[in-house]
């Protein structure tokens, strides 16, 4: 399964905990596989993130649709502000997202690049991933198949102070960025910190 929706749904105040229910149900109900559910805690507060596999596109575009076609997407209408779906491939060389205890922290982050930028950037990444993870684990890198040119990357850390520890020592090591990795991206970068909701797969 190398393709991926990350689902975004910003709640009304308070409102992940209350919209929980709903999505584990509207999920159950559905194609794909849930990888993980987060709500955020620092970044952009209120919001969930929702991320499935799925064995082909065409599952994954009729799962869209039996969001875009409800009268209640992801169960929980009644606490939502805003619904973003978005499509991703994972990058070539990594395994599928696979379920276990990694975090509690999960930072999201995402990188628009340039234009021609992702298959340059996947390069380098193949290049630098398994030297960074001696540090941290990364849990899924993946570039958008809608929308900008962008990377989403999720990475799992014990704490806020281990992830300042991985990536302070992989930078100091000279084993992150992926050397020339940079060349590809533009400034619009984007970090968040979720924890995991209680029906979450990945925790």
């Known amino acids: 399964m190398s393709f991926y929706e990350l689902a975004t749904l910003d709640t009304v105040i308070f409102g992940a905990g209350k919209a929980a229910p709903g999505i584990e149900a509207w999920v159950a109900a559905g194609q794909g596989r849930l990888c993980g559910a987060w709500g955020t805690d620092i970044g952009t507060l ?3 993130f929702v991320l ?3 064995d082909s596109l065409a599952a994954m575009i009729e799962e869209r649709e039996r969001a875009l076609r409800s009268d209640n997407p992801f169960g929980c209408t009644e606490h939502l502000m805003r619904l973003n779906m978005e499509s991703y ?7 599928p997202v696979e379920p276990g205890s990694f975090g509690p922290i999960y930072e999201f982050r995402t990188y628009r690049t340039r234009i021609n930028g992702i298959m340059p950037t996947m390069a380098k990444w193949a290049e630098a991933v398994p030297p960074r993870e001696a540090y ?3 849990t899924v890198a993946m570039y958008g198949l809608d929308g900008e040119p962008r990377l989403t990357q999720i990475w799992p850390y ?3 102070a281990a992830r300042s520890e991985a ?3 992989s930078v100091t090591d000279g084993k992150w960025p ?8 533009t400034p619009d970068m984007t970090s968040q910190i979720a924890l995991p909701l209680a029906f979450s797969p990945l925790k």
Do not use: H, I
């Open 167 to 169: 990536r302070g020592r």
């Open 178 to 185: 992926p050397k020339g990795g940079p060349d590809w991206l």
């Open 46 to 48: 209120n919001r969930v």
């Open 89 to 95: 491939r994972a990058l070539d060389f990594l395994p």
């Open 158 to 160: 014990a704490s806020l």
């Open 52 to 54: 499935r596999a799925f």
């Open 136 to 138: 941290s684990k990364l």
